[in-house]
T-cell receptor, first 114, second 114 residues
Framework: TQTVSQSDAHVTVFEGDSVELRCNYSYGGSIYLSWYIQHHGHGLQFLLKYYSGNPVVQGVNGFEAEFSKSDSSFHLRKASVHWSDSAVYFC????????????FGQGTKLSIKP | DAAVTQKPRYLIKMKGQEAEMKCIPEKGHTAVFWYQQKQSKELKFLIYFQNQQPLDQIDMVKERFSAVCPSSSLCSLGIRTCEAEDSALYLCSSSPDWGRNTLYFGAGTRLSVL
């Protein structure tokens, strides 16, 4: 059974700071990894995904994520956060053969201080 | 704004009542997924349709829910007898057949069971 773990329930940084949101997964086969953002009162929006190739993938709004097979991780980063980045971020795994059924992590709430 | 439309946004039911929520997938998308989210925590997969046919669903859905996609432009999720534990945000998402690991979410229907 594959699992997704986001160890930080809540992260707080100042506007303009860099941030890294952590995601670790457990599964040995071919998988898709993705990140989604959920603003308060809204559904989820796709940020980026990884399947193969360059382990660093670029997403929307300056976000990027780096895949590490050795660490079983897919951490999300942003060099300089904006107040509008305040939201809950979800990491998700899907198996190659059933790509649409996503297994989500618990979510990390990112709060931005002015 | 979400291209996936969900109605109603809010639904209040008494314990034992029937509930129904609707989803209009993004035009041209052939896969539809329903997820349940409690208290902004991780999303729980409920059921998956491909070309209007249910391909995967969890036991809870088989036992107490009713879900159909009578057309490519309308799906519905129903709860035959609401229980307090069903209080949650129900998120519908769709994806094009060629990119089933990227989901487009609606804003959700928030169900409160009193």
């Amino acid at each position: 059974t594959q699992t997704v773990s986001q160890s930080d329930a809540h992260v707080t940084v100042f506007e303009g700071d860099s941030v890294e949101l952590r995601c670790n997964y457990s599964y040995g086969g071919s998988i898709y990894l993705s990140w989604y953002i959920q603003h308060h009162g809204h559904g989820l929006q796709f940020l980026l995904k990884y399947y193969s190739g360059n382990p660093v993938v670029q997403g929307v709004n300056g976000f990027e994520a780096e895949f590490s097979k050795s660490d079983s991780s897919f951490h999300l980063r942003k060099a300089s956060v904006h107040w509008s980045d305040s939201a809950v971020y979800f990491c998700a795994v899907s198996l190659n053969y059933n790509q649409g059924k996503l297994i989500f992590g618990q979510g990390t709430k990112l709060s931005i201080k002015p | 704004d979400a291209a996936v439309t969900q109605k109603p946004r809010y639904l209040i039911k008494m314990k034992g009542q029937e509930a129904e929520m609707k989803c209009i997938p993004e035009k041209g998308h052939t896969a539809v997924f329903w997820y349940q989210q409690k208290q902004s925590k991780e999303l729980k997969f409920l059921i998956y349709f491909q070309n209007q046919q249910p391909l995967d669903q969890i036991d809870m859905v088989k036992e107490r829910f009713s879900a159909v996609c009578p057309s490519s432009s309308l799906c519905s999720l129903g709860i035959r007898t609401c229980e307090a534990e069903d209080s949650a945000l129900y998120l519908c998402s769709s994806s094009p057949d060629w990119g089933r690991n990227t989901l487009y979410f609606g804003a959700g229907t928030r169900l409160s069971v009193l």
